[in-house]
């Protein structure tokens, strides 16, 4: 696949040719590099393709601003890097929201963040900043906003129709999402339109990353997605040393494992709760809690926090496991085999849920590709892309677990992938646990100031939620030059006004709850 | 002559303000009691104690709950319309109260036997339709006024299969009285006979009292609050205890018609009755803490398509049951 | 794709029931909750708590921070305020007098224990401190050793 990509687009492009990247340092193939307007072209080439847009995002390099454009595909292994010079004074882009729908938003950002101008982008309003920025955030000088851009910045005005009235779901929500505001246009009980309002938690993470240490940022990681923390410093460590060329011992992996899998079955857990909670069922809220409270026990006994973990560190772990965690996971595991029969009976052939849940919020194929969309909810429209499996990580190749994947696409099948994923993660942990090596925890070269080698890396984990992009700009010294996280409640929520149109009230709740969404990690 | 007939009236009023009297004291003993209940069986369901600071057991957190709601301030919002505003607690209220005129607690304890006991309640409770709309439009809100409509589309649908399934019995007693139906139990009870008829009206049941799987009005994590979002304190209350109060209502009507009313052995005939009332009362909790909530479409759906054909077909086999 | 059949009636019932009986039976196991603060729970030995000063190996009766200040410059938040110590007579290193730490913005990240050189640091199994100002989470963390030793 990548031979056919390099000379599809050297084809395409004829003067700038693809350069191949060392993948195991990189995280991407192929990177190419052309002028603005060549990008739309480009943008078609890769969507006939089939790749997806995972992440775009700018980098201020001060005499010039870089866009990044990351195109990956969901069955085949290939991740090009598309990137762009603009002129600082006056950065102008086509916009790519024509071909892929996930742009939209992606362009957004970067505008409020950068003040690049994406020509033919129908919205340009404010996605983070509400309060209103006098200069742009992100760039390394300060750059004032001018007035005209000012002007677009506040242009959300939804039309109003006749016959139809606003409603506003949250910001403040009963079910625990976190703040999201969507504007919902209805027409009596159908929606006709939907608009999410995200930035009430919006705490500016990337500009901390530079001007923090990559130590000093590890914490700031498990805030972004506080119930799946572990895997988000699971992806930070790795991304971090596979810049630097360090690699943990076995029993460091192994552990990291372990306990990135507990952290995802209490996600799901919670996620289950949440959802029933949404659709009126309180009982599995607390039935949830009472497991999810033997694996915070247990997360505890071994890192000392039970939500937002700062445990693992560049090299290895911060501290070791002893015999209560292994005695008390496994315990653990003989449990939670016997809760799941609860659940199937109290929840997964209730047919008031399945009522509820079947044939909503229907995600084809199309439509997974079009907004980069990724996790249980991808794996739920048929297509079983895991990066577990795909781009194997920290121990994870040596296991043996399967995928699950729903046939169908609705908010059912989304259940029942996150559902069956828990059961692998209860066999992943198994076979971590029974094949647990001795040995040290962490590697021995590690320097207390770390300082990577010049350059750029995309590294991408699997978290709860879907697929965590890391991209990182190094500059040799101790501070990152920029650090990009691509978000997977990002992109799934991006599907949400497509999916929503036209359906009832209830059945939005249905669907808001089936993408699994934490806005503290799309607020960053 | 004059002082035997003011002396029978006497007699008759007396009995009349004893119990009514009793009436309403008992329908605020259950509403506290059932809120105490709810929140025990909530409790228990969930691997949890329920209220358990206030009095042994947490008996005494009713109490507590309604004295805080004593001392809440009764706002009335600006824009509200203020007749239909202050009407509706009182309006839903009332026939939770008068219901329990004609139901029959014990042999000789029922407060007036109406030979159309039956017709009373069931038309009184479409009264609690009517509140349900004066409370959402009144409010002025529009997710007042969404929650109203809801509710009444919900409680006009299964009111048809409520009384139908109640039909079959009073077919088999040949009267609308109370009294009568549960004297007819004698040697078997109607749930027997009439198991379906028991079904249906159980699902009606919970429909017409807004409890889920049918709260849609009331869903709380979806839009507000529904038609009783404008009200606070003192009203909110009454609100509740109204609900409440026709869930036991609902559940005494399902006792006499199907389990026998106050028919039983050893125990005095009262005591059967509350158990078997509480019983239901129980079940229709359980209800609620086990399922999630039916889609509103899929509830009119299920109610005009299954229920009101089924009861139909049930009145069917009994008429012709009854004439072999 | 082909929409998936809806279950029949009777399927349709049974998972009701079947659901009824897992909350019934739920209804009479036992609780699961614990009656904080009337019954506590054993805290586990690595809780991060905030942070406290460690006595010094070869002499418990001073604290082992030699005031170097690493900690103060690694820490993310900026929690550590001020760390100032003095060289007594007789000792090669500066002990700790004054160890400012704010724990309203501490975020437990353990990197001031990690990196402290003579792991003077530790984490603390305070797990519910309570005050009625933001002054109270102002901690001295020498003046915390001192009491302690006053206890001991």
């Known amino acids: 696949m990548v031979e056919e990509v390099k000379s599809g687009i050297s084809q395409l492009l004829r003067e700038r040719r693809p350069v191949e990247e060392p993948y195991g340092e990189k995280g991407y193939h192929l990177s190419v590099d052309m002028a603005p307007k060549d990008l739309i072209d480009v943008g078609r080439f890769f969507k006939e393709k089939g790749f997806y847009l995972a992440c775009a995002l700018c980098v201020d390099f001060r005499d010039y601003l870089e866009l990044v454009y990351f195109f990956a595909h969901h069955e085949g292994h290939c991740r090009v890097k598309v990137t762009s010079r603009l002129d600082p004074q006056a950065p102008y882009a086509p916009s790519l929201s024509s071909v892929f729908g996930s742009a939209l938003w992606y362009e957004r950002e970067i505008h409020e963040f950068f003040g690049v101008r994406f020509e033919g982008h129908p919205n340009m309003a404010y996605l ?194 002893d015999e209560d965690f292994i005695t008390g996971v496994r315990r653990f595991i003989a449990r939670m085999r016997g809760r799941f029969q609860i659940y199937d009976d109290l929840v997964t052939k209730n047919v008031i849920f399945i009522n509820r849940t079947r044939n909503v919020g229907v995600i084809t194929r199309e439509t997974a590709r079009q907004y980069g969309v990724s996790g249980p909810v991808l794996r739920g429209a048929g297509i079983a892309m895991d990066m577990r499996k795909k781009e194997p990580y920290a121990a994870y190749g040596e296991f043996d677990f399967s995928i699950p994947t729903g046939s169908y696409g609705d908010a059912h099948d989304i259940y029942l992938v996150r559902f069956k994923e828990m059961e692998e993660s209860l066999n992943i942990i198994e076979q971590a646990l029974n094949g647990l090596p001795e040995g040290p925890i962490m590697a021995e070269k590690v320097p207390k100031k770390l300082k990577p080698p010049k350059g750029d890396l995309y590294h991408v984990v699997e978290t709860p939620r879907g697929e965590l992009g890391i991209y990182i700009v190094s500059d040799e010294s101790d501070i990152p030059y920029r650090m990009k996280w691509r978000v997977p409640s990002f992109a799934n929520l991006m599907v949400f006004p497509e999916l929503v149109r036209g359906c009832l009230l209830a059945d939005a709740i249905a669907i808001l709850g089936s993408l699994d969404l934490v806005i503290p990690e799309i607020d960053r | ?248 209502i609902v559940s005494a009507i399902a006792t006499t018609f199907f389990l026998g009313g106050y028919r039983g052995p050893l125990l005095p005939g009262i005591l059967w009755f509350f158990i078997k009332s509480y019983l239901l009362v129980f079940v229709i909790m359980w209800f609620r803490w086990t399922y999630p909530r039916v889609r509103f479409d899929q509830l009119l759906n299920f109610s005009w398509k299954m229920l009101i054909p089924l009861t139909f077909v049930n009145l069917i086999i009994t008429g012709g049951l009854l004439k072999l | 794709m082909k929409v998936p059949p809806r279950p029949s009636f009777i399927a349709g019932v049974i998972s009701l029931l079947k659901g009824l009986m897992v909350t019934l039976k739920a209804f009479f196991q036992p609780v699961v909750t614990s009656q ?117």
């Open chain 1, 128 to 321: 983070f900043l509400h309060g209103g920025i006098d200069f742009y955030p992100l760039r390394k000088e300060k750059v004032m906003v001018s007035e005209e851009d000012r002007a677009l910045l506040n242009s959300f005005r939804p039309e109003e129709g006749e016959d139809t009235f606003f409603i506003n779901l949250g910001p403040q929500h009963p079910s625990t999402h976190g703040v999201l505001r969507v504007v919902l246009k209805m027409d009596g009980e159908y929606i006709e339109r939907a608009e999410p309002v995200m930035g009430y938690l919006h705490r500016m993470h990337e500009k901390m990353a530079e001007n923090r240490t990559y130590l000093q940022f590890l914490p700031n990681t498990g805030r972004m997605d506080y119930l799946g923390a572990m895997a988000f410093n699971l992806g930070y460590v790795t991304a971090v040393e596979r810049l630097c060329g360090i690699k943990a011992p076995p029993r460091a992996q192994y552990v990291r494992v372990i306990a990135t899998e507990l952290n995802r079955i209490s996600s799901h857990l919670l996620w289950l709760g949440a959802y029933l909670a949404d659709l009126g069922a309180m009982t599995p809220f607390l039935y949830v809690f009472d497991d999810r409270e033997q694996i915070l026990d247990i997360l505890e006994g071994i890192t000392g926090s039970r939500l937002t973990y700062c445990y693992f560190r560049f090299g290895g772990l911060f501290n070791d496991v």
């Open chain 3, 36 to 152: 904080y603060p009337r019954e506590l729970l054993p805290i586990s030995p690595r809780f991060r708590g905030h942070t406290k000063l460690l006595p010094d190996k070869d002499d418990p009766t001073k604290n082992a921070c030699i005031a170097c200040g690493i900690c103060v410059r690694n820490c993310p938040s900026g929690s550590i305020k001020k760390v100032e110590g003095e060289k007594r007579e007789g000792e090669k290193k500066k002990t700790a007098t004054t160890y400012l730490l704010d724990f309203t913005t501490c975020s437990q990240c353990g990197i001031c224990v990690e990196t402290c050189p003579s792991g003077a640091l530790a984490f603390s199994a305070d797990f519910n401190p309570a005050g009625y100002r933001r002054e109270d989470f102002y901690y001295d963390l020498v003046q915390e050793f001192e009491k302690r030793k006053e206890v001991k």
């Open chain 2, 1 to 248: 002559m004059i002082e035997d007939i003011v002396g029978k009236i006497g007699q008759e009023a007396l009995r009349l303000i004893i119990g009514l009297v009793g009436v309403v004291a008992f329908v605020v003993v259950n509403a506290l009691l059932l809120t105490w209940m709810e929140r025990k069986v909530a409790g228990h369901m969930q691997r949890r104690i329920g209220p358990k600071e206030v009095g042994p057991f947490g008996l005494l957190q009713p109490i507590a709950d309604a004295l805080k709601l004593l001392g809440k301030e009764i706002l009335t919002p600006k824009k509200v319309e203020k007749p239909l505003y202050y009407l509706a607690p009182t309006l839903i209220f009332i026939p939770a109260l008068t219901s329990f005129v004609v139901i029959p607690f014990d042999a000789y304890l029922q407060v007036q036997d109406i030979n159309v006991g039956i017709l009373v309640i069931l038309a009184l409770s479409s009264l609690t339709v009517l509140s349900i709309l004066v409370a959402g439009w009144g409010s002025e809100n529009k997710y007042s006024l969404i929650g109203a409509i809801r509710s009444v589309a919900q409680n006009v649908a299964y009111e048809i299969p409520l009384l139908l399934s109640l039909l079959p019995v009073v077919m088999l007693t040949n009267s609308l009285s109370l009294k009568d139906i549960v004297e007819a139990q004698g040697k078997i009870w109607f749930v027997v006979l009439q198991p379906v008829a028991f079904f249906i009206y159980f699902i009606a049941a919970v429909a017409e009292t807004n409890r889920t799987p049918f709260d849609l009005p009331e869903a709380e994590s979806e839009l507000v609050a529904g038609y009783h979002t404008e009200y606070s304190g003192m009203r909110f209350a009454l609100f509740f205890l109204a609900e409440y109060t026709n869930i036991f």
